[in-house]
């Protein structure tokens, strides 16, 4: 006959539930039965079935097994009864308990033991049933404590604390108050540690248990310390790997960058991409600040597709409002549909506003509501429309200079100027010259379909060299030097010829000793012969501009035989 607790636990299908006869063959199995022993069937012979199952544990005195049916599949199995006529048995999957809470919840105080499941713990543990009586600890706990099992199993708690064996602690008020509770205390043997105590109540409410977790504090804290440094370190290498890859993307490597000033600029850009806030660079013309600033918008939304470059120079004043903010159908001359401007194109993405400097004062002022509220008014329009979108600002002027002439607004520079980024000149920062000039003629390479490199004679010229128009100038010079080379490489007369024919006229092996003044004259030299020495110079370096006597003479706006005459004078006063 089934008592009404097996029988509950029979229909309720919680557990498998299977009843064999004299001959061990199955006279009840319930659905839990069937799902955990695929084809299990009444009538079948058990130990037939169950290879696994050994025929041993049908007669021997244990009661309460946790066996394995294959490598990963383990129950816990209880006999409820051995009779030789019934023998009644029950199964539940390990891995269908949660945790030990779980496991007590359902089984209450009979079923199965729970000294394997709390060994698994990495944890100390400490089990005590409702008065206070310690049923249940781990090896973690015996050492952690240095007690032994004779010493706390089956002794009640409140005893171990008068005689100084376990302190006052959470287990205690959990079981005057039946809520959760936390403590630090200090054991016997000097350890501190963090116990964490949990009432565990039966189905009808009554606390039949408290279980303890304790762990070492001198162990959290090195845990703690380890995983904030290995945090810290993920965060640091996940965001340093985000800018290469951002950088990459224009195939520009970052980690060739040389000077400590850029390094420091990679490493603050590193840190400002997961914020929005505004960007103000500065820096002289041709420095890098569009080639940064598509590096952020990479690095933030892993794509251009929302990069708007706006040149604040290039567009008339009448007409930047509109090209702005958009317009709306009848709101000026000529307005014959909506049209959207370019902040809502930019709409989930990055608007660089170059040129700051030069954006009208009238609309300075509406950019700077744009940045307070977060919202825009076509021209013409009434309804408003979010900004979502991020601002990076760039200038080569001088921002708080021109606050001084008020031809820039204070409040917009205090809006702008919350992460400030200044690039300095490339001839600050000579290491990655030859790195950026390497990097830009491997693209010349792959656009001209050549493969051009510099011999030694040249990247002296280009170190010597002052680069006034900056990474600008060097890409215009590299250019115009990968079209005259035709054997593969750019020699110094090459170079020479390609950077005199850029914005700064001047021979480089003479820019320094200009910086101070021509020195036209030598002491004991006649005025005549100066002169003559002086317009050989000029005309020398005109054929190496130019490379015919005839480009020459028509730069220097005279005849070519003025040319060849001068240059035999020169000669003849050598």
């Known amino acids: 006959m089934l008592g009404k607790y097996v029988l509950d636990l029979r229909s309720q299908n ?47 005195d244990v009661h309460k097994r946790l066996v394995k049916k294959s490598k990963d599949s383990q129950y816990f199995m209880e006999f409820m009864s051995k009779d030789e006529e019934e023998k009644l048995i029950l199964f539940k999957d390990t891995s269908e308990f949660k945790d030990s809470p779980h496991m007590w919840c359902e089984i209450g105080e009979s079923i199965i033991g729970v000294q394997p499941f709390v060994d698994g713990y990495n944890d100390a543990i400490l089990i005590t049933n409702e008065e206070g009586n310690i049923r249940v600890s781990n090896q973690n706990f015996y050492e952690l404590s240095g007690l032994t099992h004779d010493v706390v199993i089956n002794k009640s708690i409140f005893d171990l604390e008068k005689k100084n064996i376990l302190p006052y602690c959470a287990i205690m008020d959990v079981i005057k108050t039946h809520q959760p509770k936390d403590s630090i205390v200090t054991l016997s043997n000097g350890k501190e540690v963090m116990m964490s105590a949990n009432p565990i109540f039966d189905n009808d409410g009554n606390m039949i248990r408290v279980m303890a977790y304790m762990m070492d504090v ?104 509109s090209e702005l903010f958009g317009y709306e159908k009848g709101a000026f001359t000529g307005a014959d549909k909506s049209t959207p401007g370019l902040f809502e194109v930019a709409q989930d993405g990055i608007v660089l506003l170059d040129e700051i400097g030069d954006m009208p004062l009238q609309l300075q002022s509406k950019l700077l509501n744009v940045l307070q509220e977060k919202r825009f008014y076509r021209v013409g329009g009434k309804r408003p429309i979010q900004a979502n979108f991020e601002i990076i600002a760039a200038t080569n002027q001088d921002l708080k200079e021109m606050i001084k002439r008020g031809r820039f607004r204070k409040d917009l520079y205090f809006r702008l100027n919350v992460m400030p980024i200044h ?43 002052d680069w006034p128009g900056n990474i600008r100038e060097l890409k215009s010079v590299l250019m115009r030097a990968a079209i005259f080379s035709d054997n593969g490489w750019i020699n110094s007369k090459i170079l020479l010829r390609a950077i005199s024919g850029s914005s700064d006229l001047q021979p480089v092996e003479r820019q320094q000793e200009n910086r101070e003044g021509p020195k036209l004259w030598e002491p004991g030299k006649p005025l005549k012969s100066t002169i003559v020495n002086l317009e050989a110079q000029i005309i020398k370096e005109a054929l190496e501009v130019y490379g015919t006597t005839r480009n020459a003479a028509k730069a220097l706006k005279v005849d070519e035989s003025t040319i060849t005459r001068k240059i035999s004078r020169a000669r003849n006063y050598a």
């Open 218 to 321: 001198s162990k959290i804290n090195r845990l703690y310390k380890n995983l904030s440094c290995k945090t810290i370190n993920k965060n640091q290498k996940d965001k340093k790997e985000n800018i290469i890859a951002a950088f990459n993307k224009m195939n520009i490597d970052v980690n060739t960058f040389k000077s400590p000033v850029m390094q420091n600029i990679l490493k603050l850009i590193e840190d400002i991409v997961a914020y929005d806030i505004p960007i103000l660079m500065t820096g002289e013309s041709g420095v890098g600040k569009t080639i940064l600033a598509k590096g952020i918008c990479l690095a933030k939304k892993n794509s251009l597709n929302n990069f708007v470059h706006i040149n604040c120079s290039a567009i008339p004043a009448n007409l930047i409002e």
């Open 423 to 465: 690039i300095p000149p490339l001839r600050d920062r000579k290491e990655d010259l030859l790195i950026i000039a390497h990097n830009l003629l491997e693209d010349l390479n792959r656009r001209f379909s050549k493969d051009i490199s510099l011999d030694e004679e040249a990247k002296s010229i280009l170190l010597s060299y």
């Open 14 to 60: 919680l557990w498998a539930f299977i009843v064999l006869d004299k001959d061990n063959r199955i006279v009840t199995i319930n659905e839990k039965g069937s799902e955990y022993f695929k084809g299990l069937k009444d009538g079948d012979p058990f130990l037939d079935r169950l290879p696994w199952f050994k025929k041993a544990w049908l007669y021997d």
